[in-house]
């Protein structure tokens, strides 16, 4: 069998190996949890979501929200120069929805009712809407990416039928994005009394929306600059510098909204307590907001050309102020109104670490086989064994 | 009308019948060593649905004495679990009672997040767990009766009858003996209104009772904004097909071709 003319190829290197080795423990545990039940997890009645439900779904869709805004920016707005990282992003975006949506499946305790919600609705739910609009967004990367999965397998009039289909799939996958992105903080909204005043605000929507739309192209950054390490790239300093620019633009309004926002409701000086809150409000806001937008203006001020360093950099932060920002949000801002402590039991952990494994190989195998980075500067492999990628359960979601 | 309950927590002697009855009407499992219904320990748990818990206080005239508390879901007047549930799962009844369905629930736990007093619980240690909470006997109260922990109460702590009919008799109560009541009926306005109502001697907050919640209801927050999302949706959606066509329109002026921005392979 060939893609694209070419025999399948899978590199093996040590890495892989580990990460093969992290997605066999996986599916041990996935089939432990599915018999079992959820007594392998730490999770109790003071604390009924955990560890899955960061990283797994409120990380996991912030961090793949490189895939709207990128193809917003692109064929939206028109900027042709992001081109290059346009397919890679959704690519991205694309796995990281069927991981999340796995992800979920495995935290829903009743977890073969997953389809319930599509004949019984709960219209007045926040997780109605974030369900609904996850379960469409993934069906929409799908068709987004399907072009070049299809044409790599030579069904290339399947895949211009898809690529026909372009401009309503992005225009409808930034609507769904908007309203599942800032669900994912309204969802907090009916905690009021439970989460800490410095999170719990109307606002929340807004904030959670501004932030991923700063930090997904920021995530795309991280992306592009390991896979460029990876696959010996050449950094494509115009596109990456819109990008940077953009996020820093986005990630200004979002820090402005948000001090703006501390300061109306009197939390100022909660966040100067300098208890556990506070501290942790404080790194959240400081690694997240306060350094990456001190670095961008400072460089915008001075009229200085952002260098591939400092761009790299920023977004390492911005990826970990949100990623802070909502384990904040999940943990540390409803600790007081929980009573006890959490920590992941080691089967939490393993299956959080392996999904993202088998997400990371769906990648590569990707990645190598089909036409995802710009040919001149593709990978060209050595002649392996080929090896099956591990996709377990992407289409659930 | 809708149904609710008045307790009065000075009649509450902690004899724990009502715990008892909860159980052989809903047919829950005992544990009293590791999920007691009465005393210090008491908590609700999946198959505590009610429990009575004790309290160490200093009565009127300054001596130690001990007071009971009777706990278990409120049955708010609008139930963030409900509103929270993205199936339909939990409902409130036109008859009072917060009422789950096991069939329809797919287990987020998202009714356990919302409850501003931390009342659903879990089956942990099942394969594919119930969200546990009291049901306020919905089957007797729909045939007219009272619910079972409220028939089996030797010292009729608990006034079972139309909700705003107790709110009157509660403030009634208090007026006619001011030096023995604290003057609040919990449950009046907490979280917008519970159907279940407590008069007490005591602080509620030294009973174990979460008193510093938000005194309107919580589903009003969130439907401000889901009850704008359909018109953000049409909304969006338009503005970004105008931008994309307006953009397209301009490059191909531009680069005198069509279509230059359509297609993920253009």
Known sequence: MTINGNRITFKMTPFRLILIGFSLIFVGIVAYRLVNGLQMTNLTDAWPWGLWIFIDVKLGVALAAG?????????????????PVVKPAILTAWLGYCLVGFGLLMDLGRWYGWWHPIFSWGEHSVMFELY???????????????????????????SSFFTSLTAPLVIGGIALSTMHQSSLGSMYVLTLGKLNELWW??????????????V????????????????RHDWDAPAMTFLAKWSGYVMSFYALLRFSDLAVRGQLGALFALDTESLMCLLELAIGCVLPLFFFWSYKLLGREMTKAMIVRNAVLMVLGVALNRGNVVFTGMAKAAGTSYFPSAGELFLSIGLLSVGILVYLFIVENFDVFPAHDRYVNTKKEPVQPQGAGCARA | MSKGVLVDMTKCFGCGACTVACKLWNEKKYDEVNKPTLGEQAQLVDINWTVVS?????????????RFAKKQCLHCVDPACASSCLVGALRKTEQGPVIYHPDLCVGCRYCMVACPFNIPKYEWDKSFPKVSKCQMCFTRVAAGEQPACIAVCPNQVMTFGDRDA????????????????????????????????????????????????????????????????PAILLGWTAILSGIYF?????NSIAEGKQDSTGGPQA
């Open chain 1, 216 to 231: 997904g192209p920021a995530m795309v950054t991280c992306e592009t600059a390991l896979a460029g390490r990876f696959f």
């Open chain 1, 67 to 83: 895939g709207f805004t990128t193809a917003g920016i692109y064929y939206v707005l028109g900027v042709k120069k992001v081109k």
């Open chain 1, 132 to 158: 609904m609009c996850v379960l469409l967004y993934t069906i929409v990367l799908t068709c987004e990416f399907a072009p070049v999965l299809f044409k790599g397998i030579g069904l290339i009039k399947v």
């Open chain 2, 246 to 250: 307006i953009n397209k329109r301009r």
């Open chain 1, 201 to 214: 605000t109307m606002l929340l929507p807004v904030l959670y929306y501004s932030s991923a739309v700063a």
């Open chain 2, 166 to 229: 107790l709110v009157q008799e509660a403030h009634k109560r208090i007026a006619d003996n001011k030096e023995l009541y604290v003057n609040h009926v919990f449950g009046e306005t907490e979280v917008g209104g519970t159907a279940w109502l407590y008069l007490s001697d005591q602080p509620f907050a030294k009973l174990g009772f979460k008193t510093a919640v938000p005194q309107e209801s919580l589903p009003a927050y969130t439907w401000q904004i889901l009850s704008k999302l």
């Open chain 2, 54 to 66: 004790k309290h160490d206080v200093t009565d009127k005239s300054g001596h130690p004495a001990w």
